[in-house]
Each structure stands twice: as C-alpha cells, then as structure tokens.
C-alpha cells in the first residue's frame, strides 16, 4: 500500500493553517469540546506551546505528494504506568473528507503508540453523531465500551459519547 501520508512535528508557522480549522462550525461540531473563538494569536501560543511541551504527543498530518498539512494526531493523558493513553484526530483540511486519510493517519499514530512508546491500550471519545469517526474507529480496530450519556453541552444540548478502546493485542493482530 503506498502510503499517502505521514506525521510530523508542529512547525510554528502551522497556526496560520490550524486556526482556519478551529473557527470552522462544520469541523468544531463533530469534536467533543465546546465552542470557543480563536484568534490568531492564540493559536500560535497554542501551537508554540505544544512545541516545547513534553507531556502529550501531538503530530501534524501532512501528504506525502505536496507536504500539504491536513490535519493533527494526538496523544493525551499519557499514563505510562498502565501503559495507556487517549488518541484523537482533526483532519481540518475537509477535501480530504472521507478519503482513507483519516484512518491512514492513525494507524500511523497507533504504530508509534504500540511499537516505539509501548502503550497497551488506546482510548477514544466519539460524539454519537459522528457516524464516519466511529466508522474509522471500528475499522482499526476499536471496541466500543460504553456510552456517556449527555456527556458534552454541544449546539443548545447535551450530547452523548461513545467510549471505544484498542488494545495493542488487538492491534497487532490486524496489521
């Protein structure tokens, strides 16, 4: 399979990309956190500070053909104890919407978790109408745990959330 993307560190220009994706309603709406205004400023302490943080994995998606930058990869709530963490994808660049990038990305993401940081368990919270996330989710391999009823005050309601893990034996299984 030729791969069509990789993932990178955050430069400090990218904030001039990202804060289009975190002003975009179509893209905030099917992420878990709440609404918020982001100036350019901000995002590039946001994205400056990530740069110098050594806590959470954050990567940059970008293609392979051109270096265009589509999208992030996270993971968060590192817990190197019970080798486990929290993974997370924005692809803000919506032309590839639907296209595999997503998945592609992850199981990027997923290799570098179980293979190079020796996680055993992956976790994820999906809002339950984010049909095509699940979708991609339940490809990799994701097992759905539970439901967080009314978990997240999204658009004037409470919205629920699917909890779903992968577990490296899983994993390892399937790729």
């Not at 309603?25 to 500070?49: M, P």
């Not at 993401?109 to 999906?126: M, P, T, V």
């Amino acid at each position: 399979m030729n791969k069509r993307v990789y993932l990178r560190s955050l430069e400090p220009d990218d904030y001039k990309v990202s804060v289009n994706w975190r002003n975009d309603d179509t893209i905030t709406s099917l992420l878990g956190g709440s609404k918020y205004f982001v100036s350019s400023e901000i995002e590039k302490q946001w994205v400056q500070n990530t740069i110098n943080q050594n806590k959470d994995i954050k990567l940059a998606i970008c293609t392979v053909d051109n270096n265009l930058y589509i999208g992030n990869v996270y993971l968060t709530d590192i817990d190197y104890i019970n080798r486990k963490a929290k993974s997370h994808i924005l692809i803000g660049n919506q032309q590839f919407w639907n296209g595999g990038y997503g998945t592609e990305a992850m199981r990027l993401l997923l290799d570098y978790a179980f293979n190079h940081k020796n996680l055993r368990r992956i976790e994820a919270l999906i809002l339950d109408d984010n049909i095509g996330s699940q979708k991609m989710h339940e490809k990799l391999g994701y097992k759905k745990e539970g439901l967080l009823r009314e978990s997240v005050y999204k658009n004037g309601e409470y919205k629920n959330q699917i909890y779903y893990s992968l577990l490296k034996s899983e994993y390892c299984s399937n790729y």
